[in-house]
């Protein structure tokens, strides 16, 4: 078969340019936009948290502990030492919260002649046996975060730093349901081979919801709020700890907090041909 002249030519010159052509891989790096500017801070207080839920761990101290370490590590800013603050305590000392055990009584000498005064029944307890405070409770105490004047009088204490505080939530947590799960079986050769397998299955672990709030000490104003929530679930004959359980869950939030006080980007390569 004859190849056309015209052909051949645009093959040849095909050829030519490819042996001609080298491939340069050029990095490039792309900024993301940053959550908070904190150009204007060189110091951060991680002043503590309004925690509740499960009473085996210590969210508020744990939390500030985990947090002061990370940005020890990941931060160019410097880390103030100082007391981990009860900040469950400070919001019961401003008042607005409504305790639990407050329901209204009758005032005494108001029962009419002639009927008995009735007991009320005591409230079943919501909370748990440990009397822990609920999610639900939790939320009544973040009134301390609009309280400009207590964050601006702590951060003229520290040199208005950038001051990191917030709630965190750690309970129990209980699902059943479908899951799946690989069984091996063993085929007549004796080969082994892992098949998918779906099983009703009751589950335990802990929930984490945290609420990160990043207040300027300066002013005292909120700048940005961060909200996470994590669960994770374990088969009920495993006995993992609370606090395994609390880092394990942390562990996963930890990327998106840290990346408020570091400008990240994307790395990747283009291809440019010379």
Not at 93 to 102: A, L, P, S, Y
Not at 244 to 267: H, K, T
Request: proline letters at 5%; charged letters at 25%; a negative charge.
């Amino acid at each position: 078969m004859t190849v056309p002249a015209k052909t051949f030519v645009s093959v040849v010159a095909v050829a030519l340019l490819a042996g001609c052509t080298t491939f340069l891989e050029i990095p490039i790096e792309t900024p993301l936009t940053p959550k908070l500017d904190i150009s204007k801070f060189q110091r951060v207080l991680i002043a503590g948290f309004v925690s509740g839920g499960s009473e085996d761990v210590d969210a508020n101290t744990e939390t500030a502990r985990l947090l002061r370490s990370q940005l020890r590590r990941n931060s160019e800013l410097q880390v103030i030492d100082a007391d981990v603050l009860s900040l469950l305590d400070v919001a019961k000392e401003q008042g607005g919260v409504i305790e639990r055990d407050t329901d209204p009584q009758p005032p005494s000498g108001t029962v009419p002649d002639g009927f008995a005064a009735t007991v009320q029944d005591e409230p079943e307890d919501a909370i748990g046996e440990d009397d822990s405070m609920t999610e639900e409770e939790l939320e009544a105490y973040e009134t301390i975060f609009a309280n400009v004047g207590y964050w601006r009088d702590l951060g003229e204490e520290y040199q208005n730093p950038l001051i990191l505080t917030g709630t965190i939530y750690f309970s129990p947590h209980a699902r059943s349901g479908m899951v799946t799960r690989g069984r091996e079986i063993y085929d007549s050769f004796g080969r082994r081979r892992t098949i998918p397998e779906r099983a009703y299955r009751d589950r335990r672990g802990f929930v984490l919801s945290p609420k990160f709030i990043f207040i300027d000490g300066e002013t005292g104003v909120t700048l940005y709020t961060e909200r996470h929530r994590e669960e994770v679930l374990y088969d009920v004959t495993q006995n993992t700890p609370a606090l395994s359980s609390y880092f394990e869950l942390m562990d996963r939030l930890l990327p998106s907090v840290l990346g408020v006080f570091s400008s990240q980007s994307i790395r990747g390569t283009r291809t440019l041909l010379k």
